[in-house]
């Protein structure tokens, strides 16, 4: 049997999509907004008994079911959110923040969204064994005893800033570590110096870039220029929407330490989020 994913779908320009809606035989479809053929696109697909693939991070509401959030939409409630059953959380022992790949199916008559079949993995493990980690909370905090070497071994690059770090104020794993200066004294550039050296000398680590009232424009050069997950909440964007991404983003951060696997958030900057906690709280 045939499988898509709904990454590839959402990854497709408006003109391929169409032109992929043309082959499948939906009709009307240079007429239809990109979301109303990425619909029509599943509908098809489930009618030729194709498999279709979603994935996303968990968000459990007081209502107890959830949804499948995007990291491309800033894990913003969207159209194209997928949901998830109470008896699935309950199951799975699902909790927000969690990264779910898994079997979907297109919304039924009088239905608004894509609705999780199965769960394949659970934070990029089998989901059987995922069962047996240990709560976050209940994790023991201990002092770094493994380190981050942010030195590249490129002899083409002239930035020695990582090097400086490396000799001056080396970063452990398991460490908080603040930049503070002036404003416009490049303390961006360091942030994607430092996201280049962990991406390139520790591959194994989980990289998040968050970014909270940044400029839009910043926010294009920073996903242009890191290999991680960058996640952002603009200057236009309420108080109440930074500190629901920063939630996210922690929470995300937590269910994968649960999983073993090292995690490095960026945040950019804590000022500001400071002030949208004073704002919202």
């Known amino acids: ?99 779910i790949e898994g079997h979907i199916r297109s919304p039924k008559e009088g239905e608004r969204y894509f609705a999780l079949l199965k769960v394949n993995t659970l934070n990029f493990e089998d989901s059987e064994k995922a069962k047996h980690k240990v709560n976050f909370d209940n994790l023991t905090p201990l002092f770094p005893d493994e380190r981050f070497r942010l030195e590249l071994e490129d002899p083409t690059r002239k930035d020695l800033s990582a090097r400086v770090i490396d000799i001056v104020a080396p970063i452990g794993k398991g460490q908080r570590a603040l930049i503070v200066a002036p404003p416009r004294t490049g303390k961006t550039v360091l942030m994607q110096n430092i996201a280049h050296s962990i991406t390139a000398n520790h591959p194994d680590c989980y990289l998040i870039v968050l970014l909270i009232d940044e400029r839009p424009e910043e926010v294009t050069d920073m996903q242009r220029s890191v290999k991680g997950e960058v996640i952002s909440s603009t200057f236009d964007e309420p108080a109440v929407r930074h500190v629901q991404v920063a939630e996210m983003v922690i929470e995300k951060a937590k269910r994968l330490v649960e999983h073993g696997r090292d995690v490095v958030i960026l945040l950019d900057s804590i000022t500001r989020l400071g002030r949208a906690y004073n704002t919202v709280v």
């Open 1 to 99: 049997m045939r499988e898509m994913k709904l990454q590839d779908l959402k990854a497709k320009t408006p003109a391929e999509l169409v032109s992929f809606a043309e082959e499948l035989g939906v009709e009307n479809a240079p007429t239809m907004r990109k979301q109303e053929l990425m619909f029509a696109i599943l509908k098809q697909l489930a009618i030729q008994e194709t498999d279709i693939i979603g994935e996303g991070v968990v968000e459990v509401l007081s209502d107890g079911f959830g949804f499948l959030r995007s990291p491309d939409a800033n894990y913003l409630p969207g159209p194209d959110d997928i949901y998830v059953s109470p008896s699935q959380i309950r199951r799975f022992g699902l909790r927000t923040g969690d990264t």
